[in-house]
């Protein structure tokens, strides 16, 4: 293991500074286009949530404005406290007004602060050179790339988990109240910004401790107190603060859809959606680097990896269908291919000047190949036309009733840029996940009843959607007149 304090060469350092700069440049490339291009539900989530917040601070704004942007926070969930969306609001502050290329800024800054964090620890796990491959691997995964400017909490909870990580191998290195404090303080502080760090960080603190030995640690005041800086915090906000909401996540993600994990075919859909954002080779790769690497750091990892598999076992549907569900996995896995790279080049150390050439030459095209690939992909992908298609509808919806939609991302779409909140009616996806968790989907003319019961209006934008469900569609044009039309949207009066 390398220590921190060892110089790093010119070489070295002229590599670092390119890596964080072509890092910083793929995440900034087409920064102006809506965040509409990976998970636009979750990032229109905490576009609203922000742009409450934003209003709430701002005095000068328009009464009305204000009102409305506050009013539209209010009516979406909140399971996380908006840390991020407060940073966000705070530089819309500074900078006069609302501009969503600021969190996808952030974003890629926290995340690159994130790099260099991993960087240290990789040289403390294995060496520079399983370092450098580390970061490569973390700045550059095009999954990363994309996930990591994302408007949501999920890039700053990684990077938390990053610094957990470093502050608990200090802390096995040194038994020092120090590093105990800081584990703790910087583990509440990840899990915070979003309760799912808390498996892969419960999953290193134990193996931390385990590792220093547990029986001479069961009274170590140092380990007490961890603990209650990891749990409290987290807990007063998750358990005290909204129980309800904690409970209900509980019940209708983990309890009512548990059975999923004895079917074998969940694990095979786990690990092909892992090989596609992740590549499966790599991960069975940083699977042997934990058995390889040196005590303290195979032991962090295994508690890391264990952590991860509990946490894809009791939130067995998202492993299969929410990539970002597996942002914090990215950094493990780097972490855990370290060792590996160092068995690499202490191989090509012994090779001749022009074999090592020509795996410097593989390596630039290993870098190149997922930056093209991921540039490509941003740049194939245009949203800049639909801030004004959902500004217009928004103006075109009538006030004078309650409005219920098939709609695209929850109604976000709608309620961000239209200014506009619609109650939903179910898509697809939501019928399929009631039926997983046991529901009854047949009874349809009791669940229309019942859910237009107080609407006035019934408004199509996902047509698509529409034509995957029959019934409703023959409801609608047998029963109810068409009052607009218009590109890619209907509009049915219920009250005729």
Same mark, same amino acid.
């Given at each position: 293991m390398e220590k921190q304090s060892t110089p790093l060469s010119m070489p070295v350092r002229l $590599?670092?500074?390119?890596?964080?700069?072509? *890092?910083? *440049?793929?995440?900034?490339?087409?920064?102006?286009?809506?965040?509409?291009?990976?998970?636009?539900?979750?990032? !229109?989530?905490?576009?609203?949530?922000?742009?409450?917040?934003?209003?709430?601070?701002?005095?000068?704004?328009?009464?009305?404005t204000r009102d409305q942007a506050v009013s539209l926070k209010a009516t979406i969930g909140a399971f996380e406290p908006p840390i991020i969306e407060t940073i966000t609001a705070f530089v819309y502050k500074a900078m006069g007004g609302e501009n969503l290329a600021i969190p996808r800024i952030i974003n890629s800054l926290i995340w690159l602060g994130g790099g260099?964090?991993?960087?240290?620890?990789?040289? +403390?796990?294995?060496s520079t050179t399983g370092a450098v491959f580390?970061? *490569?691997?973390?700045?550059?995964?095009?999954?990363?790339?994309?996930?990591? +400017?994302?408007?949501?909490?999920?890039?700053?909870? &990684? $990077?938390?988990?990053?610094v957990s990580i470093f502050a608990f191998y200090r802390w096995s290195e040194e038994r020092s109240w120090k590093w105990a404090i800081l584990a703790g303080l910087l583990s509440a502080f990840a899990v915070l910004v979003k309760i799912m760090a808390a498996y892969l960080i419960a999953g290193m603190a134990v193996a931390a401790v385990l590792y220093a030995g547990l029986r001479p640690n069961w009274r170590n005041p140092q380990v007490w107190a961890m603990a209650a800086l990891m749990i409290v915090p987290?807990?007063?906000?998750?358990?005290?603060?909204?129980?309800?909401?904690?409970?209900?996540?509980?019940?209708?993600?983990?309890?009512? !859809? @548990?059975?999923?994990i004895?079917?074998?075919?969940?694990? @095979? +859909?786990?690990?092909?959606?892992?090989?596609?954002?992740?590549?499966?080779?790599?991960?069975?790769? *940083?699977? $042997?680097?934990?058995?390889?690497?040196?005590?303290?750091?195979?032991?962090?990892?295994?508690?890391?990896?264990?952590?991860?598999?509990?946490?894809?076992? &009791?939130?067995?549907?998202q492993m299969y269908t929410h990539d970002y569900y597996h942002i914090q996995l990215i950094p493990v896995l780097a972490l855990s291919l370290a060792p590996m790279a160092d068995l690499l080049f202490e191989k090509l150390n012994q090779l001749q000047r022009r074999w090592r050439i020509l795996f410097v030459v593989i390596a630039l095209a290993a870098i190149f190949y997922p930056l093209w690939t991921v540039r490509s992909t941003l740049a194939a992908q245009d949203y800049h036309h639909e801030p004004a298609y959902w500004a217009a509808l928004g103006e075109q919806t009538p006030d004078d009733g309650n409005v219920i939609a098939l709609t695209q991302d929850y109604g976000f779409r709608l309620m961000y840029y239209g200014w506009t909140h619609v109650s939903?009616?179910?898509?697809?996806?939501?019928?399929?996940? &009631?039926?997983?968790?046991?529901?009854?989907?047949?009874?349809?003319?009791?669940?229309?009843?019942?859910?237009?019961?107080?609407?006035?209006?019934?408004? @199509? &934008?996902?047509l698509s959607q529409l034509a995957q469900q029959p019934a409703l569609q023959t409801m609608l044009d047998e029963n109810y007149p068409v009052i607009a039309r218009g590109d890619g949207y209907v509009l049915y009066d219920l009250v005729p």
């Open positions: $590599v670092l500074v390119i890596f964080f700069l072509l *890092g910083l *440049g793929i995440r900034l490339y087409d920064l102006s286009d809506p965040p509409l291009d990976f998970h636009p539900t979750r990032q !229109l989530h905490s576009a609203i949530v922000a742009r409450g917040i934003y209003y709430a601070m701002a005095p000068d704004s328009d009464l009305s260099m964090v991993l960087f240290a620890l990789s040289r +403390r796990m294995a580390a970061l *490569g691997y973390y700045l550059f995964l095009p999954f990363g790339v994309q996930a990591s +400017r994302s408007f949501q909490p999920d890039p700053l909870m &990684t $990077v938390g988990v990053i987290p807990a007063g906000y998750y358990l005290f603060r909204d129980p309800g909401s904690s409970a209900d996540y509980l019940a209708g993600w983990t309890l009512a !859809l @548990i059975h999923l004895t079917d074998p075919g969940f694990y @095979i +859909r786990w690990l092909s959606f892992l090989s596609y954002l992740m590549s499966l080779a790599l991960i069975f790769l *940083g699977l $042997v680097g934990v058995l390889i690497a040196k005590s303290l750091p195979r032991a962090l990892l295994m508690g890391l990896w264990i952590g991860y598999i509990l946490y894809g076992l &009791t939130l067995p549907y939903l009616w179910p898509s697809g996806i939501e019928r399929d996940l &009631t039926e997983l968790r046991g529901g009854d989907t047949s009874k349809f003319e009791s669940d229309f009843a019942e859910r237009t019961a107080d609407k006035r209006y019934f408004l @199509i &934008t996902a």
